[in-house]
């Protein structure tokens, strides 16, 4: 072992600063953090016993037991709550006959854990098993889940591609590469494509793109034969590659295209059960949906989405990219300021904190350094913008740096990217090594005599570290706690020196300002707030996805015309916005523009941008629950308001579901989320009761509904019980499929459920095919 | 310099100054608990939180720097909620009791657990000081007491609870009985106490421990009322009870026998005197004519401190309440004491006042064997040999050992408990929840380690950082579950190797406390 700590120490460094990526080296060769291993990296560093130890133990990343051989973890992100993430997790447990209190079963061959999100929203509920994602699991379907993984690594091809000859061109084909892609399939597709392109050798140049942004219909292929108009496959499957590559790039006979689609009759039956558990439609290819998805975004952030391949610098270049750079270093820092100043934009993190005036106080600053961070550690569990720009346009996002740079005086920068997001990681460090290269980042760039060099931090798994002091803590080494401000960053940041910190969207929306000049970027947006917004819609939506529109806009108009309205032609009842900090907008609000203004007054807030669809199945008391139980598991613990202040919440809405609660309750909950929003000591902490707060005031009926003993929506276990109604034909499917033995197994007979032994698993109503089981 | 507001008043301070020093050079206080002088500020406990004028923000004050023009608000009703909600929070995982449960069981408060402590040592002279600043008759009680202290006595359901009267009754048998000293007097008031029972007795000795001349008058021959008259010999050897008027005697109570007191003679007492007691054992038809208020039975008084509806008249023991247990009326007789002073010198009369406690309840059987760390694992001893149902001395050093220390070796230095006695705060407010599990962490030479008392605040973890402790203490996990441990779950002998006395010096509450800790003023050498 210490052969390999020494290796990890001399590659990580061995001041106090290096103990989250040594502690991360040696997670990731051992797989947890074995207590002799620390040790020694005390005894060989600066690093004291209470540091390494309390670090470890502040970001939930890091393990102190061996791990099983594979892990399993579950996305109970917000989009997959509100889809059954929880009952989800249950059904893995008693599948993986994981015992209660622990997570790894007794072979140690599977670990189960949750993860706050895995940035999938849209193939909510989604279940990661080492690198293999699944989309939209239900609890019947993890059986087969866990049966198609046990199969891919008992008979895993390996599959060698080669890349096609260089004869004629042909055409390009494009494939999306952003995570949801990535996770719903993309890869197999691109070895796939290889294949056929191998096979038949054909010179067509396959593309790597970056998000697109409709991650309702991933994985997607678009096909640009040469000369022709492009076509748009959604929800591609490996074996319909072959036909759409023989549709465009080469004739095909009758015979070939029957037994095409025979073979397609016969992989929508099969897929029927779902075996690799996403969901595909038939392909079908562009339609009005895609125009009305897209048509109405105004890409800034996510300009040429789905075109450029995210590494390719000389394509950022060739459209348009490095521009806004070019223009900033001919103006004089103030001057830079002023543009941005004069476009009106306000930081996308969340807070609206206007760019320029911060980029001012940093640059007031006299110092003899001056650090940047760009804020890649998007907490929100239901929010995946960042992940989205860091991966599809990492240029981008490099740009806004430097100008950011240039403006305030900084030398040193970098990007603070959460745990759960090792593509994001991987995008950056290769457009980082590339512009080092080029000599756009690092000394005299461009030969202006500028020089900024940027590096890479990852996060450990703390949603507080998305707070400005609390990332400055986490970047020196220690564990992620905030402190109070006054004074700023600004002023005293990172290494007691003056630091600028804004959020990715912030930055990917600088080179724009200064390309195309701060009066086009403020055309959009309204009179308060400016420009264009980067949102991730999710949840009980037709058309989920990563959608950039101008500030400003109605709810109702992305719910309805950009998301396609409700998923299952279902009522909208509400739109959660911003995420554990923000709140819950109710249907008959939705006509408000959504600023930053309009959404603070509704008791909401812009956040992060996560947008999570609500309809009226969901329970807003168990929606208030879950982001309470967030940020309650986030919080980290210095400050008694929050620290308790949200436990304590916690307790009460726990006793609501639970139909133990009274009015008092509600009163007491009240008055300890106001306390818990005003004596907070970080953002954190002030914004944890919003989420109540809001429900509260335009769901009161609901937590009285409760308090009264009914869960209206259904949702909360204590409340509801199972029943077998008159349409029940007989037929046991349930009674076969239920885990517990609660539904006695008699054929043509009219099942029941003991009560006594139902675990509320849901199983059977989703397996009826007869709509017999009832929720009361 | 920078002008600054404090609660309408304007001051000049330094620059860089916080707004709690600020405050206190403008002459107010704010209430502290994760401040340590020697440390940075944390921001942890956010009692100090005080109001900015102008944005309406909560601040705190500890952290929080004095900028110019800044007008903020430190005491009112808003900032006084703010604060008990911090503190219930706080108390809400709070797992401790500030007293021994058998001490709050004791009507007469009697401070259980350091008697315990001082016999286990063999301090008897000083075991039966303690007892006697509670209870003026330990001799008798230790006989007769049905001892409701022991009920409640933790150790009861792990095997059998102390048995805390016999070693009462062992204080008092074993101390040479000499005399106490006659109490000099303070003041030219006078009181009179009618009825020389136990409630009498006691209200008697106390008052002219405090410099009040105190007469009792009885209509009996002899002093005692229902001690003397009521118990049989088997229950209370007189001799025993004797002892205990002579020393009451002797601290210079004066005591007037076969005084029969009518209406007259009682509105005589209430010129003559300053205060009168009524201790009469009951409320007799003969006192109708008094001008007290009744009910026939008892009479009715202000049940904190005991008057009545007359000026300057209280009643107590059995007069004013039905219950017949001598320790409640001697208990009541000490309480009226206190009033009685209280009226003399001009303040409120609030009686004796019980400070804010905090309980747990029971102990959970997984958590008897940490209890048990504080105590010898003997069973409950019983009286053998010469002293007829008296301990010897051997034998009440192995049952004073038997004793768990339920109570918190910091009473009077915890800022939350001070604190949470001057906002008035809960302690049920916010528990909703089963509590966490008790721990007690004896590993030290020099002190102990409960977490369950702990406030997370840091000042510990900061100061074994300071003063490089090559382990020292860290926090382990985060948010509510977070705790301060030893990294590697090392010893604590081996983790605190310098600083252990300090960090239970500056520790806020009794999580950490040195092993020596002595409540209530008495000397260190005693435990």
């Known amino acids: ?776 | 310099m920078i002008s600054i507001t404090i609660n309408s008043k304007k001051i000049q301070v330094n620059e860089g100054v916080s707004l709690l020093e600020a405050a206190s050079v403008a002459g107010f206080e704010i209430p502290v608990m994760c401040n340590n002088g020697e440390l940075e500020h944390f921001t942890s406990c956010m009692v100090c939180i005080v109001k900015d004028v102008s944005t309406g923000a909560y601040i705190p004050a500890c952290s929080a720097k004095a900028v110019d023009m800044i007008d903020i608000i430190t005491e009112d009703e808003e900032l006084s909620e703010a604060r008990k909600t911090a503190i219930e929070l706080l108390l809400s995982e709070h797992v401790g009791d500030c007293e021994a449960p058998c001490r709050v069981a004791c009507p007469a408060f009697m401070d259980i657990p350091l008697m315990n402590r001082l016999i286990a040592q063999g301090k008897f002279a000083e075991a039966l000081k303690v007892v006697k600043n509670d209870i003026a008759l330990p001799g008798v009680l230790g006989r007769i007491c049905p001892a409701p202290c022991e009920g409640a006595c933790k150790r009861k359901p792990i095997d059998q609870a102390v048995s805390i009267c016999l070693l009462k009754r062992f204080a008092f048998d074993e101390a040479e009985i000499l005399p106490e000293k006659e109490a000099d007097l303070v003041t030219d008031k006078k009181a009179a106490i009618i009825g020389s029972g136990p409630a009498g007795l006691s209200a008697a000795y106390y008052l002219q421990l405090k410099g009040i001349q105190t007469s009792i008058f009885d209509s009996n021959e002899q002093a005692g009322g229902a001690l003397r008259y009521s118990l049989s010999d088997e229950a209370l050897e007189k001799e025993v009870l004797d002892k205990e008027i002579e020393i009451i005697k002797g601290v210079g109570v004066k005591f007037f026998q076969n005084q029969l007191i009518t209406a007259d003679t009682f509105k005589k007492f209430r010129n003559d005197f300053d205060a009168v007691v009524i201790a009469t054992g009951d409320f007799s038809e003969s006192m109708a004519g008094w001008g007290l208020e009744n009910n026939g039975k008892q009479i009715l008084v202000n049940k904190t401190n005991y008057l009545t509806n007359l000026e300057k008249v209280f009643a107590i023991g059995n007069a004013n309440r039905s219950m017949r247990l001598a320790i409640r009326s001697a208990a009541q007789g000490k309480e009226v004491a206190t009033a009685i002073e209280q009226m003399f010198q001009g303040q409120p009369v609030n009686g004796e006042l019980r400070r804010f406690n905090s309980t747990i309840g029971k102990l959970l059987p997984e958590e008897y064997s940490e209890y048990l760390k504080e105590a010898s694992s003997l069973e409950r001893q019983h009286p053998e040999g010469v002293l007829m149902n008296g301990f010897s001395a051997e034998e009440a050093r192995k049952e004073a050992s038997r004793c768990m220390h339920c109570d918190c070796r910091k009473p009077d230095q915890c800022l939350l408990r001070n604190l949470a006695e001057r906002y008035k705060a809960s302690k049920k407010r916010f528990a909703f929840t089963a509590r966490k599990p008790l721990k007690k962490v004896k590993e030290h030479s020099l002190i102990v380690y409960e977490p369950g008392k702990c406030i997370k605040c840091g000042i510990c973890v900061r100061l074994t950082e300071k003063y490089k402790e090559e382990f020292g203490f860290t926090f382990i996990g985060r948010g509510f579950d977070v705790e301060i441990g030893v990294p590697f779950n090392e010893k604590m002998n081996i983790a605190l190797q310098k600083t252990a006395e300090k960090v239970a010096d500056s520790c806020p509450t009794g999580a950490l406390a040195k092993l020596a800790e002595m409540p209530n003023g008495l000397n260190e050498k005693m435990i």
């Open chain 1, 1 to 776: 072992m210490q052969k390999e700590i020494d290796h990890i120490i001399q590659q990580k460094g061995s001041g106090k600063e290096a103990v989250i990526p040594i502690l991360q080296a040696i997670q990731q060769q051992y797989n947890y953090l074995p207590e002799e291993a620390l040790k020694y990296v005390c005894a060989n560093t600066s690093i004291t016993a209470a540091e390494i130890v309390g670090v470890a133990r502040f970001y939930s990343q890091f393990r102190f037991e061996p791990a099983g051989k594979h892990i399993v973890k579950v996305c109970t992100g917000t989009a997959c709550h509100v889809k059954g993430a929880g009952l989800v997790f249950d059904a893995l447990k008693r599948n993986l006959n994981i015992p209660d209190g622990k997570n790894t079963d007794s072979e140690r061959n599977f670990t189960l854990e949750k993860v706050s999100c895995l940035g999938c929203c849209t193939l909510a509920p989604a279940v990661q098993i080492d690198t293999v994602t699944y989309g939209h699991v239900t609890p019947s379907s993890t059986k087969s889940i866990l049966d198609d993984f046990k199969n891919r690594i008992n008979g895993k091809k390996n599959r060698k591609s080669k890349s096609s000859k260089l004869t004629a061109f042909q055409g390009e084909i494009r494939i999306g590469l952003g995570s949801c892609c990535v996770a719903s399939g993309s890869d197999e597709i691109r070895q796939a494509v290889e294949e056929n392109l191998t096979k038949d050798d054909l010179n067509v140049t396959i593309k790597h793109v970056g998000c697109v942004g409709m991650c309702h219909q991933v994985p997607i292929v678009e096909v640009i034969p040469k000369g022709k108009p492009a076509q748009l496959y959604a929800k591609v499957k490996p074996s319909d590659i072959q036909y759409i590559v023989e549709k465009h790039f080469r004739p095909t006979g009758f015979i070939g295209r029957l037994k095409n689609k025979f073979e397609h009759l016969v992989e929508n039956i099969q897929h029927e059960e779902r075996t690799e558990g996403v969901e595909r439609y038939s392909i079908d290819i562009r339609e009005k949906h895609v125009q009305a998805f897209l048509g109405k975004q105004i890409p800034i952030a996510t300009e040429h989405r789905g075109v450029i391949n995210p590494l390719d610098l000389e394509e950022y270049i060739a459209n348009g990219g490095f521009e806004g750079l070019k223009k900033a270093l001919l103006l004089k820092p103030e001057e830079v300021i002023d543009e941005v100043k004069a476009s009106g934009i306000k930081g996308r993190g969340g807070g609206g904190f206007p760019t320029g005036k911060k980029w001012e106080a940093v640059a007031n600053q006299t110092s003899s350094q001056k650090y940047l961070i760009c804020n890649g550690d998007e907490g929100d569990p239901g929010a995946f913008m960042d992940r989205m720009l860091l991966e599809s346009y990492p240029y981008r996002t490099i740009e806004g740096m430097l100008i950011a740079a240039w403006a305030t005086g900084a030398s040193k920068g970098l990007f603070y990217i959460r745990a759960e997001y090792p593509l994001a990681v991987i995008r950056i460090k290769e457009a980082l090594k590339i512009c080092n290269e080029k000599g756009i980042v690092g000394n005299n760039i461009m030969g202006s005599g500028f020089s900024f060099e940027i590096t890479v931090k990852e996060g450990a798994g703390a949603f507080v570290c998305g707070e400005e002091t609390a990332m400055i803590a986490s970047v020196e080494g220690k564990r992620g706690f905030p402190s109070l401000r006054p004074p700023y960053p600004a002023v005293k940041g990172l290494w007691g020196y003056p630091t600028l910190i804004n959020n990715t969207e912030t930055f990917a929306q600088i080179p724009y300002i200064l390309s195309r000049g701060y009066k086009q970027f403020a055309a959009f947006g309204t009179e308060s707030s400016k420009g264009t917004k980067v949102f991730a819609l999710a949840g009980k939506i037709n058309r989920g996805g990563l959608i950039e529109v101008p500030i400003g806009i109605s709810i109702r108009h992305i719910v309805e015309e950009i998301g396609g309205g409700v998923q299952s032609g279902r009522k909208l009842k509400a739109v959660q916005i911003g995420g554990p900090s923000g709140g819950c907008i109710p249907h008959f609000l939705a006509d408000i523009p959504i600023d930053f203004d309009s959404l603070r007054q509704a008791g909401a807030m812009m956040g992060s941008g996560g947008l999570v669809v609500l309809d009226d199945t969901d329970c807003m008391v168990d929606i208030a629950r879950y982001f309470l139980s967030f940020t309650q598991k986030e919080s980290c613990g210095k400050c008694t308001f929050c620290r308790v202040g949200t436990k304590r919440m916690l307790d009460i809405m726990n006793n609501i579901c639970e139909g133990q609660a009274t009015e008092n309750d509600l009163d007491e909950l009240e008055k300890l989320a106001e306390w818990t929003k005003k004596g907070s000591l970080c953002g954190l902490g002030k914004t944890a009761p919003n989420p109540v707060l809001s429900t509260l005031r335009y769901f009161r009926e609901e937590y009285v509904a409760h308090i009264n003993g009914k869960c209206p929506a259904g949702k909360c276990k204590p409340l509801i019980t199972y029943s077998v109604n008159d349409n029940c034909i007989g037929c046991t499917i349930c009674a076969q499929e239920c885990p517990v033995g609660a539904i006695p197994f008699l054929p043509h007979k009219k099942h029941q459920i003991d009560i006594t032994l139902c675990t509320k698993c849901d199983i059977c109503k989703q397996l009826c095919p007869e709509d017999a089981i009832i929720i009361s």
